[in-house]
């Protein structure tokens, strides 16, 4: 029984590329268990915490969050603390988040940045109230803004590539090498992370995209790539060495400094039974196969996962919440009129501690940890206090993740 469930352990893992050989000799599984307990890890160098942020904007007229599809105004899985806000004629709130930021000790937001120009509203206002401590900024550049009907696959309308080219290098001259913008601690150099690259037929050619980009700031920059999708290998997307043999996608992974990947949830019930010591085996297959390419693999974490307000038919199983007084997990669909029983009553820890302690057994040498996410309520999943758990989880990332 215990050799199946190995086996079921390797097969769970490596799924996504079944074609590919065995696990490499290189690698070595920490434990010969499906199961086991991740330690704690004592901090004794700050992590460096990076936190995408959505640039929420609600529309007193339509009563609904722009960008999530809510109904008057309904949020699924929190409440904002002050309430309902509109980032773009709030200034001040948004300094409130900035302030917040700094109370937990985030390094950096993630803003993304898809063609509305260096005059941007909230990123006026991000350098207008920026003091050191906050936490910095890093442009999330989507080249998706210049793609659409007819012009779906990168370099084949040189109109549109040279629009975005000279964009990313206004944003790059225009914001990200500001005071209040993020800088890579190891070598000076501008963070940015690109995104929407593989929901177009265009991955064979993202090297020379990322080529011309680079090229455009003198090869200043450090690129990060956001890989869409859940739980896969390195295979999946490209790795190669000279140690590799068998199937191979677009070498997806040549072109970038370090990525991440931004799903980790799951419907799967042994990678949930098994949930935190497979995501050890899977952050650590990720860094031990980049260390040789001279890149690093940045883990990715969330503080919850609660989707069922918004999602009722959903099979994904939820990471619930925390609460110190009661030494309990609970989740907030679970205060919903019709919401299933749940019982947490086998979690005797933390899970957004476990989740911290394996991102930083399998960190990189930036040191960069994703916190997924600040604000996004639909999944349940922001950082950004709430009425039903004011800021435990401001508090719960300085300790976790700072000396």
Known sequence: MKKLLNILSLIVLLGAFSS?????????????????????VVVTEDYVIGVPYDVRTYDQAEG???NDNTKDGLLYTGTPIEGEYDLRTQPEFLKKQMDWGKQAGIDFFIISWGG?????????NYERYYEPGHPQVVIRFDPGYQFGKGVDTLM??????????????????????KNYAYKNKNNGLPVMV???????????????????????????????GELAGNWSSP???????????????????????????????????????????????????????????????????????????????????????WNDETNSAYVISGNQPDAPSYNFSEIKKNPYQQFANVAK?????????????????????????????????LRYTKEFFKK
């Open 235 to 321: 295979e999946r997307w490209g790795y190669r060495d000279e140690t590799t043999k068998g199937y191979h996608v677009a070498d997806t992974l040549a072109y970038f400094d370090a990525v991440f990947i931004t799903d980790i949830s799951t419907g799967n019930k042994d990678r949930y039974d098994g949930y935190y010591s497979l995501m050890d085996y899977n952050y650590r297959y990720w860094q031990e196969r980049m260390k040789p390419l001279g890149k690093e693999y940045i883990p990715m974490i969330s503080p919850a996962f609660d989707n069922l307000v918004n999602d009722p038919s959903s099979e994904t199983y939820l990471i619930p919440r």
């Open 194 to 224: 690109l995104c929407n690259f593989v929901n177009q037929a265009q991955t064979p050619l993202l090297g020379e995209f990322t080529n011309l980009l680079r090229n455009k700031v003198n090869n200043n920059v450090w690129m990060m």
């Open 20 to 40: 590919c050989e065995d696990k490499p000799d290189v690698y070595e599984f920490p434990k010969d268990e499906y199961f086991y307990d991740i330690p704690d």
């Open 116 to 124: 509305h120009g260096l005059n941007d509203t909230i990123l006026r």
């Open 361 to 393: 057994r399998n960190v990189g040498d930036s040191r960069i940890i994703i916190v997924y996410n600040w604000n996004n309520y639909t999944t349940g999943i922001n950082l950004e206090p709430t009425v039903e758990f004011g800021d435990d989880y």
């Open 156 to 177: 084949y309308n040189p109109a549109r590539m040279d629009t975005i080219v000279n964009d990313f290098d206004s944003v790059y001259n225009g914001i990200m090498t």
């Open 64 to 66: 609904v969050w722009w």
